[in-house]
């Protein structure tokens, strides 16, 4: 009797592919996530470690690539000066347009308010002093008071209203230039608003441009 093949012995005669120590992929079980490889990484970039917050509770940056862009959010007049007041001198991170618009009007009224009325008195001794000159009837004892009393006071409110603009210019230039950051521009740029006539107006309109991402890249300790 003639013997058969062992490929023809197993299977129901059927040929066996031959092994090659490889095993054939097995199906995910139910309820199971098929392996994935790790994305690999763009040309150039690097990862973004999470650092400690910043003063504005956002999250700090220390180089590659800029943090998730978390747009600062807008505050009460209260609360601006509140934060004014805690970043005197802090020219780090960023402020909302609402943080600067609070401030300057702030500024404004502690300021120009005091200023303005010192201005208006002078100016209104001034003009008594000339009607009283050109008058037949001459000066008398209470009008040299009044007129002495109006340009001391005057001059008195103009001097607090200096001195105020003074305590609160740094802090002024600060949120100044923390809004130029929130608005995607270099702090430095601040010094644009030196420019004879028209810097006032830049270093306003630059203020008022809206929050950018890239201005995350500002938000270091």
């Not at 490889?22 to 690999?40: E, H, K």
């Not at 100016?123 to 001391?152: C, H």
């Amino acid at each position: 009797m003639t013997q058969q093949p062992d490929w023809q012995n197993n299977n129901g005669g059927q040929p066996q592919q031959p092994n090659y120590g490889q095993q054939p992929p097995q199906a995910p079980q139910y309820g199971q996530q098929p392996p994935q490889a790790p994305p690999a990484p763009q040309y150039g970039q690097q990862g973004y470690q999470q650092q400690p917050a910043s003063p504005y509770g956002q999250p700090a940056y220390s180089g590659g690539l800029y943090p998730p862009y978390v747009p600062r959010p807008s505050v009460g007049f209260s609360q601006a000066i509140k934060m004014g007041f805690a970043n005197y001198a802090n020219f780090k991170g960023r402020a909302s347009r609402s943080e600067f618009w609070f401030w300057y009007l702030f500024q404004a009224l502690v300021a120009g308010i005091p200023v303005g009325i010192g201005y208006g008195l002078l100016i209104g001794g001034l003009v008594s002093q000339s009607a009283y000159s050109d008058s037949s009837t001459g000066y008398s004892s209470s009008s040299d008071v009044a007129f002495t009393g109006t340009m001391v006071f005057g001059t008195i409110l103009m001097i607090i209203g200096g001195i105020i603009s003074l305590a609160l210019l740094v802090p002024f230039i600060a949120v100044a230039w923390r809004r130029l950051h929130d608005a995607g521009f270099p702090g430095p740029m601040f010094f644009l608003s030196l420019i004879p006539y028209v810097g006032g107006i830049i270093l306003i309109v630059l203020c008022a441009m809206p929050s950018k991402p890239e201005g995350m890249k500002y938000e270091i300790q």
